[in-house]
T-cell receptor, first 113, second 112 residues
Framework: AQSVSQHNHHVILSEAASLELGCNYS??????LFWYVQYPGQHLQLLLK??????LVKGIKGFEAEFIKSKFSFNLRKPSVQWSDTAEYFC???????????FGTGTRLQVTL | ETGVTQTPRHLVMGMTNKKSLKCEQH?????MYWYKQSAKKPLELMFV???????ENNSVPSRFSPECPNSSHLFLHLHTLQPEDSALYLC???????????FGPGTRLTVT
């Protein structure tokens, strides 16, 4: 069975600091990869996705993620975080042709002024 | 964002009650999903429907009964729930079963 690991459960950063959130998955086949964000009081929203092609994916609000197949990783990055990035971030994986989306436990990001 | 709506937003029910959660998607998608989100646990997929047909039941207890009358509506019928079923229940939809999913705001369920 596939699984997703997010090793950082709670991250606290000051505004303008750089961000990297780790995501590793366990599945040997072809995968689709996603990062979702849940702002306080709001529903889950898609931040970015990788299906194929360039392994460096750019999403909304200045976020990007890099798919490294050899490391089974899809880490999320942002060069300079803002207070409004305070949210919970979820990595998710599905097999290329399947509907089952497996989520990590999430990382709570707190950005201080 | 009103692509996927869920009602009610909050529900408190006793263990002997019967209630239903409703989800509606306005995106023209053909796949719909129920997830359970509990504190400190990953989102758990419960059910998947493609073109109104159930294609996945992730070992969910029979006290949860889904219904998908058409591609835009999804229900989750609840009966004789347990306190450990208290959680946020999320509905999602997608265009095609392997595409990105769009989530609703969830129903916060408390079982007393």
């Amino acid at each position: 069975a596939q699984s997703v690991s997010q090793h950082n459960h709670h991250v606290i950063l000051s505004e303008a600091a750089s961000l990297e959130l780790g995501c590793n998955y366990s599945y040997g086949g072809t995968v689709n990869l996603f990062w979702y964000v849940q702002y306080p009081g709001q529903h889950l929203q898609l931040l970015l996705k990788y299906f194929s092609g360039d392994p460096l994916v750019k999403g909304i609000k200045g976020f990007e993620a890099e798919f490294i197949k050899s490391k089974f990783s899809f880490n999320l990055r942002k060069p300079s975080v803002q207070w409004s990035d305070t949210a919970e971030y979820f990595c998710a994986v599905s097999q290329r042709t399947a509907s089952k989306l497996t989520f990590g436990t999430g990382t709570r990001l707190q950005v201080t002024l | 964002e009103t692509g996927v709506t869920q009602t009610p937003r909050h529900l408190v029910m006793g263990m002997t009650n019967k209630k239903s959660l409703k989800c509606e998607q306005h995106l023209g998608h053909n796949a719909m999903y129920w997830y359970k989100q509990s504190a400190k646990k990953p989102l758990e997929l419960m059910f998947v429907y493609n073109f109104k047909e159930q294609t996945e039941n992730n070992s969910v207890p029979s006290r949860f009964s889904p219904e998908c009358p058409n591609s835009s509506h999804l229900f989750l019928h609840l009966h004789t729930l347990q306190p450990e079923d208290s959680a946020l229940y999320l509905c999602a939809s997608s265009q095609g079963s392997s595409s990105e999913q769009y989530f609703g705001p969830g129903t916060r369920l408390t079982v007393t």
